[in-house]
């Protein structure tokens, strides 16, 4: 894998590898009108900002590599779907909405034909969890626990985020060329592992700990499926590519980074070029990381991790790419569909409860007893405010490949069951897209023998338990309603009755 890797990314010394066969060939076979631009802009977040991914507040020191955005605009000749890759740990409905209207405003795309990402980077910029605001209505002890006590978004960056998606979505809109595309899968399962487990008391734990006797079995699956959709110039050129992937980033190589969608990124462009654009888009992982916790080994220092994570799911994307028959992938279409969850409510005891421990000297109370009560007070005002969640999901359909998104920590298992119940050959579920619900477990997590920190009740996570069910159901829904386009072929070749002169022969033997 080192050996491979060093190759890889070796931009200055190795040269990029051979495109697939027939890409720069004669277009007029195919049906004129395919093209597809890709572009992106730096979001770097500044060092001193909040670093997401926890319930309370955390700040950058240090730089690592560049946070991104990446678009890609697909146009069939007859409409345009715009797909966006951000490096963020989530992105708000209250971001996305302004975005979409923006982006149809300025370039015509129509607001339900794009799709937002967020990678789930637990090493990016503020983009959450508590928005500006968002506990103005609540007393001053909530607005406290809220503002002061939990990982928040910095308004400035928000606003510049948004600025970076309608540029980069318009600049690939603007850079449209004639295409040749190809979609394909492959399997990478060394470098993601479900993080649950059955435990000997019947229930389920969260990084039980390597070596825990009373493990039983793991509580859920992974996805080792990597997607790849790669759009490719008329000279035969990697312009850029989508790349689906369930694993959650925390790989986390140390300070401001993409997580280890950088080192995807470094693969990519070191086999194709380094112009080469790599939109990103989370698959089902809400239950799913890179830590083994079936194996004693000690875990890798974070640089190596990050390294081993995206140069594994990147050397996979490149042999796919090398693999795949390009041609013109339509139709284009969206579909969408929106409707109101419940949110679990946390008993008026445990409210109350829950408000005198985060009243008391934190002291009295272990951290983690303090965190999960400052939580229930939150998600108790914010069901005074909004008891429901409107949810969204949405389709994208390039060609024969759907891309159906979510907006929760999606577990694993719904993603394999859309796939399962997907009209298309090519599905890609598509997590943290949107909006952001926090994790969405399955029923039977939320069940007797359920359990573990994804079924904790907080302000981020707090959807009713059929909610995940709900989703795959909209999910297959909307990809019903859309028919698969045709797969480009390889050319193929006339019977051949002349066998090779060389070849038909009998063993020479003397």
């Known amino acids: 894998m080192s050996r491979l890797f060093t190759v890889l990314v070796g931009l200055g010394t190795v040269a990029w590898l051979a495109l697939p066969a027939g890409v720069a060939a004669d277009k007029a076979a195919d049906e004129p009108g395919m093209k597809a631009g890709f572009a992106e802009r730096d979001i770097t977040p500044d060092l001193g900002m909040e670093k997401p991914g926890g319930y309370g507040k955390s700040f950058h020191r240090t730089f690592h590599d560049p946070c991104k955005v990446r678009a890609v605009v697909f146009d069939d000749g007859r409409g345009r779907v715009a797909l966006v890759g951000v490096d963020a740990l989530i992105i708000r409905r209250e971001t996305v909405e302004p975005v979409r209207r923006e982006i149809q405003q300025k370039c015509g795309i129509p607001g339900e034909a794009v799709l937002i990402g967020a990678s789930h980077s637990h090493s990016s910029g503020p983009t959450g969890m508590i928005l500006p605001g968002e506990f ?10 809220a503002y ?3 990982s928040c978004a910095d308004l400035g960056y928000l606003k510049r985020v948004q600025q970076a998606i309608v540029e980069a979505v318009c600049d690939a809109g ?16 060394k470098v993601a592992f479900n993080r649950r487990f059955r435990m000997k008391n019947g229930m389920s734990y969260t990084h039980p ?29 990697l312009a850029g590519c989508i790349v689906n992937f369930a694993c959650h980033a925390t790989a986390s190589p140390g300070g401001i980074s993409a997580n280890w969608i950088y080192y995807l990124e470094q693969v990519i462009r070191g ?14 992982c809400g239950d799913v990381t890179q830590v083994d916790n079936l194996n004693l080994a000690v875990n890798p220092a974070p640089e190596q991790w990050s390294r081993l994570v995206g140069g594994r799911v990147g050397a996979e994307a490149v042999k796919v790419l090398l693999s795949m028959e390009p041609g013109r992938l ?32 934190p002291k009295k109370v272990d951290s983690t007893t303090w965190t999960f009560a400052k939580e229930i007070v939150l998600l108790d005002a914010l069901i005074a405010k909004r008891p429901t969640h409107q949810v969204e999901v949405q389709a994208i359909q390039v060609g024969p490949a ?3 998104t979510n907006p929760a920590e999606f577990f694993c298992q719904f993603g394999l069951d859309i796939k399962k119940g997907s009209p298309f050959k090519y599905t890609f579920p598509v997590e943290l897209a949107n909006d952001c ?34 989703m795959v159901r909209a999910a297959l829904e909307l990809a019903g309603q859309l028919k698969p386009g045709e797969e480009p072929q390889p050319k193929q070749v006339t019977t051949q009755a002349t066998p090779w002169s060389y070849g038909n022969v009998p063993p020479e033997l003397n």
Do not use: M
């Not at 103005?136 to 626990?145: I, N, T």
């Not at 380094?274 to 990103?280: A, E, L, T, W």
């Open 437 to 470: 619900t926090g994790y969405v477990p399955t029923e039977e997590a939320l069940g007797p023998h359920g359990g573990g920190y994804e079924t904790r009740l907080t302000v981020y996570s707090n959807l009713e338990p059929t909610a995940g069910t709900q």
């Open 136 to 145: 103005d209505h609540a007393s001053p002890l909530v607005q406290k626990l």
């Open 271 to 284: 086999a194709f070029g380094p112009d080469v654009v790599v939109v990103f888009l989370q698959g089902a």
């Open 330 to 361: 339509a139709p284009l279409d969206y579909k969408l569909k929106r409707w109101d969850v419940k949110r679990r409510t946390p008993t008026p005891e445990r409210v109350q409860q829950c408000l005198q421990i985060v009243q008391d000297d």
């Open 209 to 237: 700990g390597k070596g825990n006797p009373d493990i039983v079995e793991p509580a859920g699956p992974v996805d080792p499926e990597v997607g790849v959709l790669g759009a490719f110039d008329d000279q035969g050129k």
């Open 174 to 189: 603007a850079r449209r060329a004639e295409v040749r595309c190809g979609v394909g899968v492959g399997l990478e399962n």
């Open 402 to 404: 759907v891309f159906l």
């Open 148 to 150: 002061e006590k939990s």
